[in-house]
C-alpha cells in the first residue's frame, strides 16, 4: 500500500457530533479487523485536493461482508438497513448516516477484490484506513449522469490530478462493455483541459478510438432495441422503456440487478412516490 503524506480529512467541513459519528464507526471496523475503504467526498479530498461538505460517509466494502459489519455498526447502538439491496445499505446515528456501499447504483460495478488491491493509506477524522483507488472512484462516477448530479467534473479532477499513477490499462479493461463511456470522459477531459491531453497515454486514446473504428465499421446487426442510458441515469430514459418499448440495460446480463430490485430503484425516485414517502426518503438520503 501506498501512503499520501498529508490526507486532508475535511474536519472542518463536519460538524462535531457528526465526526465523532463517523471517527467511532471507523475505530469499531478497524477494531474488528473488517475489511473496508473510505471512498466519496473524503477519497476524493485526498486524490485531488477538493474539499467540500459532505452529507454522509461512504464505505465500500464487499457484498458478502454486509452482515458482519452491520452487527459491528448495530452493536453500537446504530441503526442499519438494507435500503437498496442491489447495491448500498446505511447505518444511521440519528438524522446521521453512513452509507455501505458494495456496487454501483446500475449494478454493473460491484466492489470485488480488484478493490483492495495497493489502496492508498491514509489518516481520516484521525483514524488510519485505507481509500478506494483513483481508479475506483473514476469508475463508479463515470456513470452518474443524472439531471440533478452529473459527476463528470470529479472524474476530469480525478484524471487531472492522477493521469501518471493511474492504472490505465486496468482501467480500460475494467470497463469492459462500457468502454464508451470512458472515450467519452477521456474525450472530454481533453476538451476541459486542452493544454493538458497529453497526460492521458496516447496507447490508451489509440485504444479506444480503434475499437470505436472497427464497431463503427461493422455493418448494422440485429438490433436487441436496448436502451443503455438506464445505466447512467435511472430516470431519464425511462420514457424509452416505458413508453417507446426498448429494453431497459439494467436488465441486460451486464447488469446484475434484477426485475425485483429495479421496481425498487425505480420507485424511489422523487416524484415517482407518494408525499409521505418521498418525505421519508428525502429525509434519510
Sequence with gaps: MSALPTAPSL???????????????????????LPFLVGGAFAHACFTGIRRSTKDLDLFIRREDYERIAEVMQAEGWRVE????????????GVEFIDLIFNTGNGVMPVDEH???????????????????????LLSKAFIMERERFDGADVAHLIHANAE?????????????HWRVLLA??????????????????????????????????????????????????????????????????LTPVSRMTPEQLAVWTRSIPGRQQPSTQAANQARE
Design 165 to 177: 499513477q493511474l492504472d490505465w490499462a486496468s482501467l480500460i479493461e475494467r470497463f469492459g462493455p
Design 115 to 137: 478493490w483492495f488491491h495497493d489502496n492508498t493509506e491514509a489518516e481520516i477524522l484521525g483514524v488510519p484506513v485505507r481509500l478506494s483507488n483513483a481508479e475506483d472512484g
Design 11 to 33: 474536519d472542518q467541513e463536519i460538524e462535531p457530533e457528526t465526526a465523532a459519528f463517523y471517527r467511532r464507526a471507523l475505530l469499531a471496523l478497524n477494531e474488528a479487523q
Design 82 to 93: 438494507l435500503t437498496y439491496p442491489h447495491w448500498l445499505a446505511k447505518a444511521y446515528c
Design 185 to 250: 470522459h477521456l474525450t472530454l477531459f481533453g476538451y476541459i483541459y486542452p493544454g493538458e491531453r497529453h497526460r492521458i497515454p496516447q496507447w490508451a486514446m489509440d485504444t479506444l478510438t480503434e475499437r470505436l473504428a472497427i464497431e463503427n465499421r461493422r455493418p448494422p446487426r440485429e438490433d436487441p432495441h436496448v436502451c443503455a442510458g438506464t445505466l447512467l441515469s435511472r430516470e431519464q430514459y425511462l420514457h424509452d422503456v416505458e413508453e417507446l418499448g426498448y429494453v431497459d440495460g439494467r
